[in-house]
Each structure stands twice: as C-alpha cells, then as structure tokens.
C-alpha cells in the first residue's frame, strides 16, 4: 500500500515534471533514458515536505547538515555525461546525499556503490531508495576521498561534493576505459571536468562551471 509520501498531490502533477523536463531539453540535455528518469524519479520524496512544492524546480535545496538535493540539471548532466562514452556495469558514486543522483542513475547502470559520510543522510537514503523500490544500490557510511577498493575497479565514477583536486585513490579504483566525473574547485571557481582512463594516461575534458558543497574528510554521525 502506498503511504501518504507515495500519494498523488498537485505539486508532483505530470505537468509540473514535463515543464522541468522541457526546461531541461531546452538546455541541451538529449539522452532520453536521462529525461525519462527526470521525469520518473518523484523529487519531492527526496526532500523535507515544507520543501516539497519546490521539487520540480530546476534548483537545489537543503537537506539539513549543511547539504543539498543537487539541481535536476546537474544530476542530468553528470548522467548524461557518464553514459555518453559507453556502457556502465559498475559505478561508484562520492556523496549520496539525498540519494537523488543515485536514484536516476540506478535503472542505468547494473550496480551502484554509494559513499556518504553523514550517517543520517546514508539511513534516510537508504530508505527512500528502499520504498522506491531500487535495489541494485550498496552504501557505505565512509570518507569518499578513499573510495571503495574492495569493490574496483569501476567503469564510472562520480563525485556529487567537489574536492580541490580529484584523490589519487578514485583514479586507481576506475578501470581503464572508465570515465570519472567530478566538480573541482573551491567555492564559486568549481569546473565540472569528466576525466577519461587511458592505457597510459588520463585525458581531462571541461564540462563547465558548476556550484557543488565541499568534499569534506572523516566522518559525522
Ligand atoms: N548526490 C546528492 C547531492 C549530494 S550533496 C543528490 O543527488 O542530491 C554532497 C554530499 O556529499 C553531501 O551529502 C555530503 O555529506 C557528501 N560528502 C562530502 N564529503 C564527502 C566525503 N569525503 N565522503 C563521502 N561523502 C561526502
């Protein structure tokens, strides 16, 4: 049975997406299996519900501890961008967050593993994906600057926080012919830049000026 959250309200109408979406198209973003899961993922289950009206506006919003829901434009983008080169089976993603970015990605790829260093936020994630239904998703309550060996390599990575420089572990953890997307850059001169593996050498390509939080080190409850 769906609870209240799942229910159908005026704020998540078909129509209200279907704007987000064109506004979205009209900025570029082409892949349809990116628009449709703009269009699918109901946004406003990922924020607090004084939040919700604004869910389908293409900005981000708090989510408490000093966090925020990424833009649907980013979230498109970064996809888009992931997906562009190739085929991802495995993908890990620094930042979970709301678990937003985690939730459009997921039907895309085969497996995700997701990294958040506040444990409130990785058990309210973990939830919303759960009555969502999305079950190709591990998490793990760590600090993303070391990623997740056990599991590498993997084909995608992505970084939903934005560290000065790109840690040395995330480049050793993607296989070869993987792509790593990331925001760097300190506040307001953060560049998203999509880092392609090479045999020998990694190729970096700019992907424009973005604003993202900080990528922090160690662990909050
Ligand atoms: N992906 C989210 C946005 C997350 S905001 C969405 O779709 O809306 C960035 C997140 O990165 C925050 O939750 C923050 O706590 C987390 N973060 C920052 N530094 C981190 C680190 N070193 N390891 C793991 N998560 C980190």
């Keep these: 049975m769906e609870g209240p959250r799942l229910s159908g309200i005026g704020m998540t109408s078909a129509r209200t997406r279907e704007r987000l979406v064109q506004r979205l198209q009209e900025q570029g973003i082409a892949d349809r299996r990116v628009l449709d899961r703009i269009r699918n993922v109901p946004r406003h289950l990922f924020m607090d519900e004084a939040l919700a009206s604004r869910a389908y506006e293409d900005t981000a919003l708090p989510i408490g501890f000093g966090q925020t829901i990424s833009q649907p434009y980013v979230v498109a983008r970064m996809t888009e961008a992931l997906l562009e080169a190739g085929e991802v089976r495995h993908a890990l993603e620094i930042g979970t967050g709301c678990g937003y970015q985690t939730a459009v990605l997921s039907p895309l790829v085969e497996k995700i593993y997701t990294i958040e260093r506040i444990a409130s ?10 009555e969502l239904r999305i079950r190709n998703v591990n998490f793990r309550h760590d600090d993303g600057n070391v990623g997740w060996a056990a599991r590498a390599p993997y084909d995608g990575i992505l970084l939903t926080a934005a560290p000065h420089a790109v840690p040395p572990a995330l480049f050793e953890q993607l296989a070869v012919g993987g792509r790593l997307i990331a925001p760097v850059g300190p506040d ?9 593996k090479g045999d020998t050498r ?6 424009g000026p973005v604003s993202f939080v900080p990528l922090l080190s160690g662990l909050q409850r």
């Design 188 to 196: 307001g001169r953060q560049e998203l830049y999509r880092y392609t």
């Design 121 to 130: 936020l990785l058990g309210r994630a973990r939830r919303t994906l759960r």
């Design 202 to 207: 990694i190729e970096r390509q700019s992907l």
